[in-house]
C-alpha cells in the first residue's frame, strides 16, 4: 500500500504546484496512470497468489480502493463503503488507517478533490458544473467542501495561473 499513498501524495502535490509546472496536464495524466497500475499490478498479484493472501486488514482495505473510484461521485461517507463491504464504518476507517496511514474518509476526500482540482482546470465547466459532476447537491456545498479541504474557494483556486 505505501507505494500507492506515495503516488497519491506526489500526484497532491503537483496539483498543488501547477502554476510552476511545464507540462502539468502530461505529468498529472502520467502519474495519475502510474497510480492506476500501481493498482492493477496489486490486483494481478492478489490474483495470482491465489490461497496465498495478504492479512484480512490488508483484504479489506485493498477491497476499499478498489471500490473507491467506482463510487467516490456519488458516495462520500464512509458509511456507504462500509456497508459495501459489510462491515462497521468505525472498523473500515481503523483498519485502513492501520494498513494505510490514513482514515477511508480522508481517501475519500482526496480522491474527489483531485477529481475536482482536474475538472476546475478545465475553463469549458462552470463551478456550478463541476459541483453537479460530483454529485453534490449545490455549488454552495462543493465551495464548502473544497475550501475545507484545501484552504481556498473554487474560484480563488481557478485563478491561480497554471
Known amino acids: 500500500m505505501a507505494p500507492l499513498t506515495s503516488i497519491l501524495d506526489i500526484i497532491e502535490g ?25 493498482v492493477s499490478a496489486l490486483y ?6 491465489g490461497e496465498v493472501r495478504g492479512t484480512r486488514k490488508e483484504e479489506l482495505t485493498f477491497r476499499f480502493l478498489k471500490v473507491l ?18 462491515i462497521t464504518p468505525k472498523y ?41 459532476y460530483l454529485n453534490f447537491a449545490d455549488q454552495f456545498i462543493f465551495s464548502k467542501f473544497f475550501k475545507k479541504q484545501c484552504g481556498i474557494s473554487p474560484s ?3 485563478q491561480i495561473p497554471l
Open 156 to 158: 480563488k483556486y481557478r
Open 44 to 49: 494481478q498479484k492478489q490474483e495470482k497468489i
Open 92 to 132: 473500515l476507517s481503523q483498519t485502513v488507517k492501520e494498513v494505510t496511514g490514513k482514515t477511508a474518509g480522508e481517501f475519500i476526500d482526496e480522491i474527489v478533490i483531485m477529481e475536482a482540482k482536474v475538472a476546475l482546470n478545465d475553463p469549458a465547466f462552470t463551478i456550478a458544473q463541476v459541483a453537479a
Open 14 to 38: 503537483k496539483i498543488d504546484m501547477l502554476d510552476e509546472m511545464a507540462f502539468q496536464d502530461e505529468v498529472l495524466l502520467n502519474l495519475f496512470t502510474g497510480f492506476i497500475y500501481e
Open 69 to 86: 473510484p467506482q463510487y467516490f461521485k456519488e458516495e462520500r461517507s464512509v458509511q456507504a463503503y462500509a456497508a459495501m463491504l459489510n
